[in-house]
T-cell receptor, first 113, second 110 residues
Framework: DADVTQTPRNRITKTGKRIMLECSQT?????MYWYRQDPGLGLRLIYY???????NKGEISDGYSVSRQAQAKFSLSLESAIPNQTALYFC????????????FGSGTRLTVV | LAKTTQPISMDSYEGQEVNITCSHN???????ITWYQQFPSQGPRFIIQ???TKVTNEVASLFIPADRKSSTLSLPRVSLSDTAVYYC???????????FGGGTRVLVKP
């Protein structure tokens, strides 16, 4: 099983719909992140959480919300999806100071039509 | 906010050594330098991390000069499967939020 699992892997949704992307991890890491990647570009941080009671906005949080249900689970919601939210979404985890960087999931490809 | 600058793309051939240099002029005292590899439609994968001088693991080496304003990722004897995008990042220790730039697209040719 993957250390960081994202569901669904692919999703097509309509403009205005609410959609949730889920992330779960077995790394035991406290820190979790959501990134988005547009074609040919680097990753941009949406939200991050350093523990269950901690939620922080990243550089592009508008139009998104998150929920940290447990140490191992971090969900990203699009309250009312719009076409320019079509992108590849990645969840990641890390443990401060362990020297091994972030562990990323395989991504969710979201298309808003 | 420390930023990094790296070449947009590089071509190489199988069996050659690939060196990618990244500049990070505004790196802070507590920041580490980390490199990731990303294949199409996959999440980035951690390659190596360093603070100063040289770090080597089974995949790559990382060279960091004394002023730490740049770093060089060295991939020895690349193969076709090393074709990917390589990201250089500075780990902002205060916030621990990775900021990704555009990366370097490395194409390994037969």
């Amino acid at each position: 099983d993957a250390d960081v699992t994202q569901t669904p892997r692919n999703r097509i949704t309509k403009t205005g719909k609410r959609i949730m992307l889920e992330c779960s991890q077995t790394k035991g890491h406290d820190r979790m992140y959501w990134y988005r990647q547009d074609p040919g570009l680097g990753l941009r941080l949406i939200y991050y959480s350093f523990d269950v009671k901690d939620i922080n906005k990243g550089e592009i949080s508008d139009g998104y919300s998150v929920s940290r249900q447990a140490q191992a689970k971090f969900s990203l919601s699009l309250e009312s999806a719009i076409p320019n939210q079509t992108a590849l979404y990645f969840c990641a985890t890390s443990e401060a100071g362990d020297g091994y960087g972030y562990t990323f999931g395989s991504g969710t490809r979201l298309t808003v039509v | 906010l420390a930023k990094t600058t790296q070449p947009i793309s590089m071509d190489s051939y199988e069996g050659q050594e690939v060196n990618i240099t990244c500049s990070h002029n505004n790196i802070a005292t507590n920041d580490y330098i980390t490199w990731y590899q990303q294949f199409p439609s996959q999440g980035p994968r951690f390659i190596i991390q360093g603070y100063k001088t040289k770090v080597t693991n089974e995949v790559a080496s990382l060279f960091i000069p004394a002023d730490r304003k740049s770093s060089t990722l060295s991939l020895p004897r690349v193969s076709l499967s090393d074709t990917a995008v390589y990201y250089c990042l500075v780990d902002e220790a205060a916030g621990n939020k990775l900021t990704f730039g555009g990366g370097t697209r490395v194409l390994v040719k037969p």
